[in-house]
Every structure is written in C-alpha cells, then in structure tokens.
C-alpha cells in the first residue's frame, strides 16, 4: 500500500500560479503522476515522471506551463502550474504505480490515488 498525500490546491486568477504537493510514505521505483478531473468529464492525465531517472511526460494542453518534479529526500513530488487557465480547473489527483520499466503516461498503470485536491481558476 502507498500512501499519499495532496496540498496545494485553491483559487487563482487565470495567468497566476500555484504549486501542488504529493507526499508519499518511502520511495519505490516506478512512476508518479497528476491527473486532473472536471465536472461533467472524464480524468485527464496531466503530468507523470519515472521515479529512478526523472523522465517526465506531460499533456500537450500543459506543456510549456506546468512542470512535474521530486524530491526524492522529501518524499514528495510536486506540480508546478504557470500561466493557468480557466479551463485547468479541476479536481488533481496524485497518483502512484510501482514497478520498473513502466508506461508512466498511461493511467492504466497507477493503482495507488491520493484524495485529490481543487484547483479554480477565475477568468
């Protein structure tokens, strides 16, 4: 079982910034991710990075805005989100998978979640 947990999330004017945190119990090989879900549509991967090199991937609706990253003595990875838009609002979730050489943009790989965390941005 892994454990995680989100912070960070809150409002925002559409062009500001907010960073949210993931802290997991210990550090395994494998793949952490943020995942995102809207009301009324379906859970949207946003960012995921393979634990062991720090590879990340990204949406294409956040590349050049958001950036994923760890701190492996902390336990904790992190979602850095620029120039937000209205339509990042959404519930994030932190999402772990374990294993190596794992499809880390694939939501099917991730079986531990964390309990999400809110994120609105006013326009």
């Known amino acids: 079982q892994v454990q995680l947990v989100e912070s960070g999330g809150g409002s925002v004017q559409a062009g500001g910034s907010l960073r949210l945190s993931c802290r997991y119990d210990y550090y395994r090989s494998g793949c952490m991710g943020w995942f995102r879900q809207a009301p009324g549509k379906g859970r949207e991967g946003v960012a995921t990075?393979?634990?062991?090199?720090?590879?990340?991937h990204y949406a294409d609706s956040v590349k050049g805005r958001f950036t994923i990253s760890q701190d492996k003595a902390k336990n904790t990875v992190y979602l850095q989100m620029n120039s937000l838009k209205a339509e990042d609002t959404a519930i994030y979730y932190c999402?772990?998978?374990?294993?190596?050489?794992?499809?880390?943009?694939?939501?099917?790989?991730?079986?531990?979640w964390g309990q999400g965390t809110q994120v609105t941005v006013s326009s």
């Open positions: 990075i393979y634990t062991d090199s720090g590879t990340p």
């Open positions: 999402a772990a998978a374990r294993g190596l050489f794992i499809p880390c943009s694939e939501g099917y790989v991730y079986n531990y």
